[in-house]
């Protein structure tokens, strides 16, 4: 059974730094691509960033480039966001993401306040 764990979400000041993580279980974790994604209330999810499953490649929306970095732990089965600089608009309910076989799985989310 495919089980994604979002973890380290919280209350962060403009400017600030957070660290999300994603644990991962039920599948062959280091073969397939993993994804962030992020959403507000009322908007559609929207893919945050993205990493191949050896971590030789990224990408990234134009709206985080440059502040967030992805990264992965294949022998821990874990993707990681870290998170700098944020700002007001990064408020979002974060998700971690992977596609097994056409189905999209999703972890529970794990909220992110970006706030004075």
């Known amino acids: 059974q495919v089980r994604l764990v979002e973890s380290g979400g919280g209350l962060a000041q403009p400017g600030g730094s957070l660290r999300l993580s994603c644990a991962a279980s039920?599948?062959?974790?280091?073969?397939?691509?993993m994804k962030w994604y992020r959403q507000t209330p009322g908007k559609d999810r929207d893919m945050v960033a993205i990493?191949?499953?050896?971590?030789?490649?990224?990408v990234y929306a134009n709206s985080v480039k440059g502040r967030f970095t992805i990264s992965r732990d294949n022998a821990k089965n874990v993707t990681d966001l870290q998170m700098d600089s944020l700002r007001d608009e990064d408020t979002a309910v974060y998700y971690c993401?992977?596609?097994?076989?056409?189905?999209?799985?999703w972890g529970q989310g794990t909220q992110v306040t970006v706030s004075s």
């Open positions: 993401n992977t596609k097994i076989m056409g189905v999209d799985y």
């Open positions: 990493i191949t499953s050896a971590g030789t490649g990224t």
């Open positions: 039920g599948f062959r974790f280091s073969r397939f691509v």
